[in-house]
């Protein structure tokens, strides 16, 4: 509810003024519960098909960044670099935080699963779909990219072409060698985390910074969010 941007997070309440404004009536949307509040069970048909046990709770975890961030571990003192179709970072925070900052910093607010803490968080760009769009006029595998960028040794600016990657318009790439474009790709996509951390950092510090998803399984890509991130990085190990 939170991300709907018709919710008030602190009085808990949909804003009526918001959904009159976008031309619906706010009776239209549900009652908002905290995630984890069952909203049913594994009925006996969908265990035959999927094979589960019927009866297992169902609930709505909560927001993927959130929850992927409670998943690895994250706690007070870590921003959290989440990395996959969108890049997002956020942090967690005890107390809720000056809505009007956050505003200013353009980080929305929200709460973290189970609701013990509050969690500030702002999008860096969509790393996924500006990579795929990339790969796909190279001709190559992420994987394959990744290990010729490791030894391109240098890299073009290309932070101008990531809007138009991202928005989907036809973008050429320059002429230069696949490396070197993808570590420009990687360097320019790491300057954003870096700038979006800034906004984060200014309600919720961080001492170092997790980076989970996707991304997180790409040495060259781990290396430029080092050099540009002013935080020690940490890729968390989460077991079976």
């Not at 670099?81 to 969108?86: D, E, R």
């Not at 790439?173 to 906004?199: M, N, Q």
């Not at 510090?205 to 940490?234: F, T």
Request: charged share 15%; aromatic share 4%.
């Amino acid at each position: 509810a939170s991300r709907t941007g018709c919710y008030d997070i602190l009085e808990r309440r949909w804003l009526d003024e918001v959904c009159q404004a976008a031309g619906f009536s706010a009776a239209c949307l549900p009652v908002v519960s905290p995630a984890g509040t069952p909203m049913g069970a594994v009925t006996g048909g969908a265990a035959r098909a999927w094979g589960l046990p019927a009866g297992i709770p169902v609930t709505l975890a909560g927001h993927d960044h959130l929850s992927g961030a409670v998943g690895a571990g994250a706690g007070a003192g870590d921003l959290v670099n989440s990395v996959g179709t969108a890049e997002t970072v956020l942090g967690q925070v005890p107390d809720a935080p000056d809505l009007a900052v956050a505003l200013a910093q353009r980080t929305p607010v929200s709460l973290s699963p189970g609701g013990r803490a509050w969690v500030v968080l702002g999008g860096a760009a969509r790393a996924g779909v500006i990579l795929t769009a990339a790969a796909a006029q190279l001709g190559r595998s992420f994987a394959d990219l990744d290990d010729l960028a490791a030894r391109a040794g240098g890299a073009p600016d290309l932070r101008d072409i990531l809007p138009d990657l991202q928005s989907g318009r036809p973008t050429r790439l320059p002429a230069d060698s696949p490396g070197r474009i993808w570590l420009g790709l990687l360097r320019a996509l790491s300057e954003r985390t870096a700038e979006t951390a800034a906004r984060v950092a200014v309600l919720a510090l961080g001492e170092r910074m997790l980076v989970i998803g996707g991304g997180s399984a790409s040495d060259p890509w781990l290396a430029e969010k080092a050099r540009a991130v002013p935080l020690p990085i940490a890729v968390p190990v989460v077991g079976q």
